[in-house]
T-cell receptor, first 110, second 112 residues
Framework: EADIYQTPRYLVIGTGKKITLECSQT?????MYWYQQDPGMELHLIHY???????EKGDLSSESTVSRIRTEHFPLTLESARPSHTSQYLC?????????FGPGTRLTVL | EDQVTQSPEALRLQEGESSSLNCSYT??????LFWYRQDPGKGPEFLFT???AGEEKEKERLKATLTKKESFLHITAPKPEDSATYLC?????????????FGKGTTLSVSS
């Protein structure tokens, strides 16, 4: 089982603020992912990475950006948060097919 | 278009009352079908991977099966602690970043 951590767990901020959601994993997995989940809805992929210096956008359009400078770290940044960004953000990592998820960050933008 | 549909959306059971959750999928070239459990406010917890039709996996009171068009998660003699949302996901060739395609989930409530 992968150990994957996300901080903060909950975040309430005002419109226009810049925020970074942190994600770290200790299993040495090359592949990492960011999903977005709204209540009662499916998870949707917004970003992924195959390894250091590799980042790609997922199927769901997002105004966020990501970076992968170290294998274990995959932060997500919103330059200017808006109420439409209010959602649950889930980070995952994998070595093969199975993906292991962190606890998530619940973001509320007022 | 690759798609995953789960039914029912919600299921209420009495403790000990066995039942099944359904996951129907349409995907070209299934690489794997995954079941996750998600508790409120938490990330999905991995349960099973199924790779080919006819395959079965078991864990405690849960048993997952797979056919060419659907998967079932059978819950035998459930307990209140089995209450959660159960998510089904598939992975297919060509998906961005080997991403998973998720269904909306079935929310299971087990009362004592």
């Amino acid at each position: 089982e992968a150990d994957i951590y996300q901080t903060p767990r909950y975040l309430v901020i005002g419109t226009g603020k810049k925020i970074t959601l942190e994600c770290s994993q200790t299993m040495g997995h090359d592949k990492m992912y960011w999903y977005q989940q709204d209540p009662g809805m499916e998870l949707h992929l917004i970003h992924y990475s195959y390894g250091v210096n590799s980042t790609e956008k997922g199927d769901l359009s997002s105004e966020s950006t990501v970076s992968r400078i170290r294998t274990e770290h995959f932060p997500l940044t919103l330059e200017s948060a808006r109420p439409s960004h209010t959602s649950q953000y889930l980070c995952a990592s994998s070595e093969s097919l199975e993906q292991f998820f962190g606890p998530g960050t619940r973001l509320t933008v007022l | 278009e690759d798609q995953v549909t789960q039914s029912p959306e919600a299921l209420r059971l009495q403790e000990g009352e066995s039942s099944s959750l359904n996951c129907s999928y349409t995907v070209s070239g299934l690489r794997g079908l995954f079941w996750y459990r998600q508790d409120p406010g938490k990330g999905p917890e991995f349960l099973f991977t199924l790779y080919s039709a006819g395959e079965e996996k078991e864990k405690e009171r849960l048993k997952a099966t797979l056919t060419k068009k659907e998967s079932f998660l059978h819950i035998t003699a459930p307990k209140p602690e089995d209450s959660a949302t159960y998510l089904c996901a598939v992975q297919a060739p060509g998906q961005a970043g080997t991403a998973l395609i998720f269904g909306k989930g079935t929310t299971l409530s087990v009362s004592s």
